[in-house]
């Protein structure tokens, strides 16, 4: 009886060498996969980390792309359970913005994809040589504590690091050995998140507006909604619900400058910035084409992105529902924000291909419940749900700050502490307010603040040529904030 059970020890110890050495094998491989460096590689005026996904169970599928902290799926399908992660990290516009759109010249777009291809190669000999040293470390450690001779220690070293090799082979070069074909026919990022991206913006028609120093696009954070109306409102002022107390007119006062407000209540990238928004009765022509008009404009501030994610709908359903943490709403979430941050990806291509390159400041969204959430009550808001929307807000700053600074340009994010929605001082609009979870006036002095100290900052820092504060002698207007 004793020698039976001996030998069925013996034969169980021998059974799990094999299945221990896979576990290893697989896990350093998974392991390395998130720890290898990613490779940079530069081309059409975009700088893109190229790596591998964690690996997946099927044996052919999308890869990821980073872009501004979203992962999307990517169009094109790959080999293999080991795929392809790209991550932009740098846009410059320049005579390649066409590319960087979606370029028809594919000769000279391939560029790219061979970037890229040469980068997920570079990528996996790095990540063969980080698993094999995981390998090797742990057979060390296994070996000390089994005080192996040196001989017989080379010798698990040395399997260990062919067998990882030899998975390795098998991962990269067998099973993704299309993958390299696959990069090399990507000709924009485009083609990797199945986009058609337009061609840039036209000027719109109209005479220039010289007189310009700065230059406000967005919704309705930025023209103020709910605050008294601008002077003399034309009817897409109205319309768009500028108004007198923006941050808009603050910097123009601060400054003597000639602000043109841009801005208008329920704009997004796409239907707004980009291209025309209807306002009402009236149709609002794309922002971007609008601040065109003012050529010596040398700075540009953003504010968008609430509207893109239907915030106010998310709002209205967190408070209506008894929790609105669950997965639908957040799988709908995610779905409105991947979208968003490709829409924004050509905005800020947009705005870096402008003549001048004037300076551009990206706002951020202020925290509008703060801690306490007592006046909500009413409203069926506690202070879970509001952590919950504060939290979607965060992604969402997160996206608008990653992009900004991949294109070089400035992000800031104006502070309401101690002035939030319950607060006695509160920056912004109650529920029974015109424009519920809005800025008040003095939220939009906050703004204005934050935005101002980051102009301040950016003429300080002598690496920022394109910042100016403007020439209030060129024009003896000291402010323009409706529609021109």
Not at 25 to 43: E, G, N
Not at 51 to 60: C, Q, R, T
Not at 215 to 228: E, F, L, M, P, Y
Not at 350 to 355: D, E, I, K, T
Request: charged residues 15%.
């Amino acid at each position: 009886m004793h020698k039976t059970s001996i030998a069925w020890r013996r034969w169980a110890l021998r059974a799990a060498i094999p299945v221990a050495a896979a576990f290893l094998l697989l896990a350093s491989l998974w392991m390395a996969v998130r720890i290898t460096p990613l490779q940079s590689v530069t081309a059409a005026g975009q700088t893109v980390d190229v790596g591998a996904a964690a690996p997946g169970l099927g044996f052919s599928g999308p890869g990821e792309m980073d872009l501004f902290g979203q992962t999307i799926a990517t169009q094109p399908q790959f080999p293999g359970p080991v795929r392809p992660r790209l991550r932009l990290t740098h846009i410059t516009a320049n005579a390649e913005l066409e590319q960087l759109l979606g370029s028809s010249d594919k000769n000279s777009a391939g560029i790219l994809g061979s970037q890229l291809s040469a980068g997920w190669l570079r990528y996996g000999l790095w990540e063969s040589a980080v698993s094999a040293g995981i390998v090797v470390v742990v057979l060390s450690a296994v070996t000390g504590l089994r005080r192996y001779s040196l001989r017989r220690t080379v010798a698990v070293l040395a399997s260990g690091v062919v067998a990882m090799t030899a998975v390795n082979a098998v991962g990269f070069v067998l099973l993704a050995s299309g993958t390299p074909t696959a990069l090399r026919h990507v000709h924009s990022l485009s083609d990797l998140v199945g986009r058609n991206a337009g061609y840039p913006v036209a000027p719109a028609d109209g005479p220039s507006l010289n007189g310009v120093q700065a230059v406000v696009i967005g919704d309705s954070t930025a023209a103020a909604i709910g605050n008294r109306p601008v002077a003399h409102p034309s009817a897409l002022d109205k319309a768009c619900g500028r108004s007198a107390d923006s941050f808009a007119e603050q910097l123009a006062a601060v400054n003597n400058w000639n602000v043109l407000n841009l801005a208008c209540s329920g704009a997004t990238v796409r239907t707004g910035l980009l291209g025309p928004q209807p306002a009402g009765s009236l149709s609002a022509p794309a922002q971007i084409a609008q601040l065109q008009r003012a050529p010596k404009a040398r700075v540009i501030i953003v504010s968008v992105g609430a509207d893109d994610l239907h915030w106010a709908d998310l709002t209205r359903f967190c408070a209506a529902s008894p929790d609105c943490d669950d997965r639908v709403t957040d799988a709908y979430f995610q779905q409105q924000t991947a979208q968003f941050v490709m829409d924004y990806r050509d905005l800020l291509t947009q705005l870096a291909a402008l003549p001048g390159h004037p300076a551009v400041i990206v706002n951020q969204y202020y925290d509008p419940f703060g801690p306490d959430t007592s006046c909500l009550a009413a409203e069926h808001v506690d202070a879970a749900k509001a952590k919950t929307l504060q939290g979607r807000l965060d992604q969402l700053n997160t996206a608008l700050q990653q992009g900004a600074d991949a294109a070089g340009f400035t992000s800031v994010q104006p502070s309401f502490a101690g002035h939030a929605l319950c607060s006695a001082e509160p920056f912004v609009q109650g529920p029974k307010d015109k424009a519920p979870l809005h800025p008040t006036a003095a939220g939009e002095l906050a703004i204005a603040l934050a935005d101002q100290g980051a102009l301040y900052e950016a003429e300080r820092s002598p690496s920022t040529g394109q910042t100016s504060s403007g020439d209030s002698s060129s024009s003896g207007e000291t402010s323009s904030t409706g529609g021109p």
